[in-house]
C-alpha cells in the first residue's frame, strides 16, 4: 500500500457527461500527480500540484482540470466526455517538488 | 522535448535465466531516473532512484545502473513473482516525470 487514495475505483459514464476523480496524497506530502494510461500510449502525465498551486502542465486536454485542496487532496475535473477519455487515471504524490512518487491504484474511467 | 525508450518491449526468461532491460534517455537537465514496477490494472510501484551516472542501486534479486544516455535494470535469477511491467521514468529541471512504454517481462517456471 503506497498510502496514496483514488477514489473511486471504477467508473462508468456516458459520452458528453463530466465526473470528478479524488485523491488523497500519503502524510506530508505536497506534490500531487495525475497522470492518464490508455493501452496505446503508456502513462502521459497531465498536471502538477505543489502545495496548492499548479507547478507544470503536460498533454492535459482544455475539457480536463484540477485543483488541489488547503488539505492536499486533489481532484481531477473531466467533462465532455468522449470515448477516447475511458482509460486508468493515476495520481501520485512526493514529499517534495522532486524525489520519488508514489501512485494510487487508479480509477478506470469507462466512457459508453 | 524528453525521450524515454525501453528496450526490450516483452522478455521472457525462465526461472534463474538472468537478463537485463534497458532504458534510454534524452532530458533536459536530469533531475532524476526513477524505475517502477507495475502489475496488471495496478499503480506503479516505486523501486529506484538514480540520479547520477554511476550510480548503482539493488533490492533484492534487482539492480538499478544508470550512465549519462541510458538505464540498466538488471534482473539476476529471477523467480515467477518478477512477472510485470517494468517502467523507466526521468524527471527534467522542470518538473516533468516522463515516462518510457515499458518492458513486460514473463519468468516462466
Known amino acids: 500500500d503506497s498510502g496514496v487514495t483514488q477514489t473511486p475505483k471504477h467508473l462508468i459514464t456516458a459520452t458528453g457527461q463530466r465526473v470528478t476523480l479524488r485523491c488523497s496524497p500519503r502524510s506530508g506530502d505536497l506534490s500531487v500527480y495525475w497522470y492518464q494510461q490508455s493501452l496505446d500510449q503508456g502513462l502521459q502525465f497531465l498536471i502538477h500540484y505543489y502545495n496548492g498551486e499548479e507547478r507544470a502542465k503536460g498533454n492535459i486536454l482544455e475539457r480536463f482540470s484540477a485543483q488541489q485542496f488547503p488539505d492536499l487532496h486533489s481532484e481531477l475535473n473531466l467533462s465532455s466526455l468522449e470515448l477516447g477519455d475511458s482509460a486508468l487515471y493515476f495520481c501520485a504524490s512526493s514529499r517534495a517538488v522532486g524525489g520519488e512518487a508514489f501512485f494510487g491504484q487508479g480509477t478506470r474511467l469507462t466512457v459508453v | 522535448e524528453d525521450q524515454v525508450t525501453q528496450s526490450p518491449e516483452a522478455l521472457r526468461l525462465q526461472e534463474g535465466e538472468s537478463s537485463s532491460l534497458n532504458c534510454s534517455y534524452t532530458?533536459?537537465?536530469?533531475?532524476?531516473l526513477f524505475w517502477y514496477r507495475q502489475d496488471p490494472g495496478k499503480g506503479p510501484e516505486f523501486l529506484f532512484t538514480l540520479y547520477s551516472a554511476g550510480e548503482e542501486k539493488e533490492k533484492e534479486r534487482l539492480k538499478a545502473t544508470l550512465t549519462k544516455k541510458e538505464s540498466f535494470l538488471h534482473i539476476t535469477a529471477p523467480k515467477p513473482e518478477d512477472s510485470a511491467t517494468y517502467l523507466c521514468a526521468v524527471r527534467n529541471a522542470g518538473n516533468m516525470l516522463t515516462f518510457g512504454g515499458g518492458t513486460r517481462l514473463m519468468v516462466k517456471p
Open positions: 532530458v533536459s537537465g536530469l533531475r532524476g
